[in-house]
Nanobody
Framework: QVQLVESGGGLVQAGGSLRLSCAAS????????MGWFRQAPGKEREFVGA????????YYADSVKGRFTISRDNAKNTVYLQMNNLKPEDTAVYYC???????????????????WGQGTQVTVSS
């Protein structure tokens, strides 16, 4: 079992930056791929990006590619989402999730993630 806790959300102006953190409990964190998802008001939850267990491979949604970067520190059981050049359309609740199944490719499908955090609100003002 893994428990995930996100932090770092807040209010930022368009063009600004935020770094979200996702702290995980449990000794198996370093074996899991991790994903970030977001849900805007009135919309379905959508994939943002993912990182392999080793940190060597990342995968991003087109909407954030070039602006967002995912990294992880397995020694600290933490995964990060660095968000730059934020836009009002990035406003959402951001969730981190853990995929305990080894896959050849990182998944963008939330049904393939086994553990979820409670989410952190990111609001980007124009």
């Amino acid at each position: 079992q893994v428990q995930l806790v996100e932090s770092g959300g807040g209010l930022v102006q368009a063009g600004g930056s935020l770094r979200l953190s996702c702290a995980a409990s449990g000794r198996t964190f370093s074996t899991y791929a991790m994903g970030w998802f977001r849900q805007a008001p009135g919309k379905e939850r959508e994939f943002v990006g993912a990182i392999s267990w080793s940190g060597d491979t990342t995968y991003y949604a087109d909407s954030v590619k070039g602006r967002f970067t995912i990294s992880r520190d397995n020694a600290k059981n933490t995964v990060y989402l660095q968000m730059n050049n934020l836009k009002p359309e990035d406003t959402a609740v951001y969730y981190c999730a853990a995929d305990k199944t080894w896959r050849r490719l990182l998944s963008a499908h939330e049904r393939e993630y086994d553990y979820w955090g409670q989410g952190t609100q990111v609001t980007v003002s124009s």
